[in-house]
């Protein structure tokens, strides 16, 4: 009886996603510079939050250079951006010195911003367990979720063109 209910229990929560107008939920993670970040640390600023499977890996290293490479029309739009992985941040510190990536990376190492944001990956490739999901969260200056983005295969990219009609709302609704 007891396993049916935490089984029961562990469904309903897997079940449960962010949506669009929820809070966002908060985070306290480790940049590669080994400070502290959280999501209060962007209050009043509006948040792009892309968290990602692993480093190194051929469909994260393009999202993160696309980002990368158009972060100058992010931060045009008032739009600063994270992005958050379960690796070490001293694996996030050399892959975004090699990638040379202009915005900050996260170590969520113990899932729990990833666990909070319905965004990990139960079972991974290779037999790894608990890997970030590939996901699109933007933050509005208030905290409340804007774009939410989950995508159930990592091969897939986010939609980029949707998060920046996203920013474009955002920017005519403030």
């Known amino acids: 009886m007891h396993d049916s209910v935490s089984s029961s229990l562990i469904q ?5 996603s ?7 939920p908060d985070f306290k993670l480790r940049n590669t510079e080994k400070a502290e970040v959280s999501l209060a640390d962007f209050s009043g600023k ?6 990602f499977p692993l480093a190194f890996t051929g469909v994260c290293t393009t999202e993160l250079c696309t980002i990368r490479d158009d972060i100058a029309n992010y931060n045009n739009a008032g739009v600063n951006v994270v992005g958050i992985s379960v690796d070490s941040l001293f694996t996030l510190e050399k892959f975004k010195a090699e990638q040379n990536l202009n915005f900050p ?12 944001y319905h965004a990990i990956y139960d079972d991974f490739v290779l037999d790894m367990k608990h890997v970030a999901k590939r996901s699109a969260f ?12 989950v995508l159930e295969s990592a091969g897939d990219l986010p939609n980029f ?12 609704n403030n």
Do not use: H, P, W
């Open 138 to 149: 933007l933050v509005d200056s208030q905290g409340i979720i804007q774009y939410a983005e």
């Open 12 to 16: 309903n929560t897997k079940s449960m």
């Open 18 to 24: 962010i949506q669009i107008g929820d809070k966002a």
């Open 161 to 172: 063109e949707a998060i920046k009609k996203a920013i474009q709302e955002l920017a005519v």
């Open 46 to 51: 509006n948040l792009l939050i892309l968290f």
């Open 105 to 116: 990376l996260l170590s969520d190492f113990n899932r729990t911003t990833c666990t909070a």
